[in-house]
């Protein structure tokens, strides 16, 4: 079965600065990679996703790689700022299953 | 995107006793999720609520212990069984249409 890697698991940047967060995937016949962002006491909310069938896509200070033949994706957020402080999954799907890494928790420093 | 609402938000219960969780989801879905998530960890399936059949349980799940219901396209409980301190996690329903949500999550303590 699919098997998820994240890394790092903490992250901790000053406001201003730019957050990187890699997985690795196991399963070449994944194709639905998203990621989620989870603040104390909520759910995951869904902040951006991406389909094998393109190589990155952006969302104004997000972005995510994705680079299939390495099966790796990666998550990037540019000029963070201390409300960008959270957990940050990400997971990958073959079918409707998703599974996820182990999370990172990124800290944004005024 | 599809708005999913749980009840109950929190819960302490008794060891030995059953807590039922409710997941609404404001359009139909095919597929709606139960996860866990233990203090601390990554989210683990659990299962996958069909409606009209029985959920497909994930290794180290069974029905006994998590019994699912799906009566319909928008809704679906998940009852945690005879509980431990160990159920104590964080139990979240999600669906895909063409991205996957997650409810706010159910977070149980088991004393």
């Known amino acids: 079965g699919e098997n998820v890697e994240q890394h790092p698991s903490t992250l901790s940047v000053q406001e201003g600065d730019s957050a990187v967060i890699k997985c690795t995937y196991s399963?070449?016949?994944?194709?639905?990679f998203p990621w989620y962002k989870q603040e104390l006491g909520k759910g995951p909310q869904l902040i951006i996703d991406?389909?094998?069938?393109?190589g990155e896509k952006k969302d104004q200070r997000i972005a995510v790689t994705l680079n299939k033949t390495a099966k790796h994706f990666s998550l990037h957020i540019t000029e963070t700022q201390p409300e960008d402080s959270a957990v940050y999954f990400c997971?990958?799907?073959?079918?409707?299953?998703?599974?996820f890494g182990t999370g990172t928790r990124l800290q944004v420093f005024p | 995107s599809a708005v999913i609402s749980q009840k109950p938000s929190r819960d302490i219960c008794q060891r030995g006793t059953s807590l039922t969780i409710q997941c609404q989801v404001d359009?139909?879905?095919?597929?709606m999720f139960w996860y866990r998530q233990q203090p601390g960890q990554s989210l683990t399936l659990i299962a996958t609520a069909n409606q009209g059949s029985e959920a497909t349980y994930e290794s180290g799940f069974v029905i006994d212990k998590f019994p699912i219901s799906r009566p319909n396209l928008t809704f679906s409980t998940l009852t945690v069984s005879n509980m431990s301190p160990e159920d104590s996690s964080i139990y979240l329903c999600?669906?895909?249409?063409?991205?996957?949500?997650f409810g706010q999550g159910t977070r149980l303590t088991v004393v």
């Open positions: 999600s669906v895909e249409a063409l991205e996957a949500f």
């Open positions: 997971a990958a799907s073959d079918t409707d299953k998703l599974i």
């Open positions: 359009s139909q879905v095919t597929m």
């Open positions: 399963d070449s016949a994944s194709n639905y």
């Open positions: 991406i389909r094998s069938n393109v």
